[in-house]
């Protein structure tokens, strides 16, 4: 396993425009090989920056763009881009816009106002992620799912109901995303630590939800200490990195560029290690079973099939074992609320 920081860099692998991926079977509408994409809810906040970022990496030869509202107009916009190809897709095409896809990211759905948790969303989210992810199981079962729609921790469990019941369920296909979660840590840690954020990788487990964001600081690369103060500084800061972004945008919605990025960062993953491409390592919410829960975060090996290999969490310091069991104790909770909702 290497770190994420020694992998090659987002940003170099956005600059190989056009490259011809080594997919014989996948011809994109553009004439390259590549990769089929879509991406539902892509006229929000997230979903338009995502749309961006996913229309320059050179492994995409098919962008499809779906959401109930306005997804013509992002379309229109991007596709004025000389990169791969892009279709647009309105809410009575939620099939076609799925139908041959090899990767689907979810960021649909409702975001936060200050004062609301994660967990306030569910009420809406949970149908719009129930009725979507009955739309890939029919349409493209063997796609791999990036779920971003809050609160991660119950939707990733409502989607693999969905998927159980339609008889389409892959655990390895199934990935919330955590990324965000990671890239903070990264960068508060390099501020702690007087680093370049991307010379620092810092693995974050658990969930995507206040304490249930355990972040490992004992497993930090470059191999560093921090004072218990630093530690609850770090832990608190990184738990928080939602709420406080929520709080500073006072009512206009939640992450909206940063995720973008962690998304198109975790999709570019997905899509090497469907390409093939060794050593390719993410922290992932994915069906686990390095606890007793049936998912958790940890760091995942992405390859052909989706997550090959969930690594377990290595060894914890006393803080970050007291962590663990408040995030497992919430972490039940909120999986438990996803399957409920699924046998309503
Ligand atoms: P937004 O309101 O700006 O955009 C959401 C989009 O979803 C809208 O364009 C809306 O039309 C669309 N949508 C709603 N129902 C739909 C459906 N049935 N099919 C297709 N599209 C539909 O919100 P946002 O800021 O982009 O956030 C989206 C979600 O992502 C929220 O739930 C938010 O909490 C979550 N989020 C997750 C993370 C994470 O780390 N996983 C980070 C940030 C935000
Ligand atoms: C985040 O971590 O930024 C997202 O989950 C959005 C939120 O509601 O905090």
Redesign the pocket.
């Known amino acids: 396993m290497i770190s994420a920081h020694l992998q090659p860099s987002f940003t170099s692998q956005m600059e190989e425009k056009n490259s011809v991926m080594g997919r014989e079977n996948c011809r994109g509408k553009g004439g390259k090989a590549g990769f089929k994409v879509a991406i539902l809810g892509a006229a929000g906040g997230i979903g338009q920056s995502l749309s961006l970022l996913m229309k320059m990496n050179p492994l995409v030869s098919l962008l499809h763009l779906y959401d109930v509202v306005n997804a013509p107009g992002v379309t229109a916009d991007v596709s004025h881009m000389d990169t791969g190809a892009v279709d647009s897709w309105d809410a009575k095409q939620l099939e076609d816009a799925l139908t041959g896809m090899d990767l689907v990211i979810i960021p649909a759905g409702v975001?936060?106002k200050p004062g609301m948790t994660?967990d306030d969303?569910f009420k809406i989210n949970a149908g719009i992620v129930k009725a979507l992810c009955e739309g890939v199981a029919k349409c493209c079962p063997n796609a791999i799912v990036n779920l971003i729609s809050?609160p991660?921790n119950s939707t990733v469990t409502i989607a693999a109901e969905v998927f159980k019941k339609a008889g389409t369920y892959d655990p390895k296909k199934l990935l919330g995303v955590t990324t965000?979660?990671v890239a903070r840590a990264n960068t508060f840690v390099a501020e702690v630590l007087g680093l370049d954020p991307r010379e620092v990788d810092v693995p974050v487990v658990g969930g995507?939800?206040g304490v249930t964001i355990l972040p490992l600081l004992s497993q930090v690369k470059p191999p560093s200490s921090f004072t218990l103060s630093e530690t609850e500084y770090l832990t608190n800061r990184i738990q928080n990195?939602?709420?406080e972004?929520?709080e500073a945008k006072a009512g206009a919605g939640?992450?909206t560029l940063?995720?973008a990025y962690a998304a198109a960062k975790f999709a570019d993953a997905c899509l090497r290690g469907l390409r093939g491409d060794a050593n390719v390592v993410e922290c992932s919410f994915v069906a686990s079973q390095v606890t007793e829960l049936p998912f958790f975060a940890t760091k995942v090996h992405l390859g052909r099939t989706g997550a090959e290999e969930v690594y377990h969490l290595g060894p914890l310091n006393e803080y970050e074992s007291v962590g663990l069991e408040k995030a497992k104790e919430e972490l039940a909770g909120s999986i438990q609320k996803g399957v409920d909702f699924n046998r309503k």
């Open positions: 975001p936060r994660r969303l809050n991660v965000l979660d995507h939800a990195g939602g709420t972004v929520v939640s992450a940063s995720m």
